[in-house]
């Protein structure tokens, strides 16, 4: 007769016919997360930000597609990539550190007051990483279970939403931040993997 915590590995099912060794996996959960904003502003501490993060988005990307016409059919070829811009909400304190943030990076990328913009995209670009946490806070350390890093980051759009007497709510920032590029660890394989080339001969490589 099986024991109470042997019947836990057959709650799951199994990649074949032969028995688990292991139950279900633990998930990483949507709340155990922070979001880290770096050269955002005009300098000093975003903290506060960190703290007043409401939600955010990971990144999502997708690949354009190459079509080839041959004879009687077609062969489709991954093409240039895109980063799809993300989505942060924020809560705004009482104390205005969330709008003077927002403002201040608004600001470098364009003075609306001079009508002057920056000279270069290096002059206002920032960068923004999430990391997901195992749950451990106080005296126990969280540990990052996976890093999005997101470079070459510039808020596209920044919408300071609504105020209403009905609601009980927060007031929000709702910011669209796009982005050129984003790297995901930890990976076990593929991070920084040369992409495979075939030389010397006049084909580079076949298709299919």
Not at 54 to 70: C, G
Request: with cysteine; charged share 15%; hydrophobic share 35%.
């Amino acid at each position: 007769m099986a024991i109470a915590s042997q019947s836990l590995f057959n709650m799951t099912v199994g990649a074949d016919n032969t028995p688990s060794s292991q139950g279900l996996l633990m998930p990483k959960l949507q709340y155990r997360f922070r979001a880290l904003f770096i050269n955002f502003g005009t300098g000093g501490s975003t903290q506060e930000l960190t703290k007043q993060v409401m939600d955010i988005q990971r990144p999502s990307v997708s690949f354009d597609e190459v079509a080839l016409d041959i004879y009687n059919s077609k062969i489709y070829l991954a093409g240039k990539h895109t980063w799809a811009e993300t989505q942060i909400n924020l809560r705004d304190d009482a104390g205005g550190n969330v709008t003077k943030l927002v403002g201040q990076q608004l600001q470098k990328q364009f003075d609306f007051v001079e009508q002057a913009s920056a000279a270069a995209g290096g002059d206002y670009k920032f960068q923004l990483s999430y990391e997901l946490l195992d749950g451990g806070n106080g005296t126990l350390v969280p540990n990052v279970l996976e890093t999005w890093e997101l470079y070459g980051c510039f808020i596209k759009s920044a919408n300071y939403n609504n105020l209403d007497y009905k609601s009980n709510e927060p007031v929000t920032i709702q910011l669209s931040v796009r982005f050129d590029n984003a790297v995901q660890s930890p990976l076990t394989s593929g991070l920084g993997t040369s992409v495979g080339r075939a030389f010397g001969s006049t084909s580079v490589t076949g298709i299919g």
